[in-house]
């Protein structure tokens, strides 16, 4: 039996980006790295709150994990890395 693809067919998708557009996030919401050279960023987030986050920069085309992806959301505030997604997109 064949099955039309609603729209909750999509709903399980990742949520795909790239290292580059997660420094730009970071750069945006003006996040510094705790020192030169480090891994952790720190700044205050858009809900106004002092956040930390952990990111290892590689290369601008480099895919983000979708674990990953949902790991810097939480850590920036953001309910999932769709939210994240949506912000993103919003600001460009």
């Not at 729209?7 to 420094?23: D, V, Y």
């Not at 990111?55 to 999932?80: I, M, R």
Request: hydrophobic share 35%; aromatic share 10%; net charge positive.
């Amino acid at each position: 039996m064949y099955h039309s693809a609603g729209p909750s067919a999509f709903s399980n998708m990742p949520i795909r980006c790239n290292q580059g557009e997660i420094l730009l996030l970071l750069r945006y919401l003006n996040m510094q790295p705790a020192r030169q050279g480090s891994k952790t960023y720190l700044g205050v987030s858009r809900d106004g709150v002092l956040r930390r986050c952990y990111f290892c920069y590689h290369e601008d085309s480099t895919p983000v994990a979708t674990g990953t992806a949902n790991a810097l959301a939480s850590q920036l505030g953001f309910g999932n890395a769709e939210a994240m997604r949506d912000y993103m997109d919003e600001r460009r």
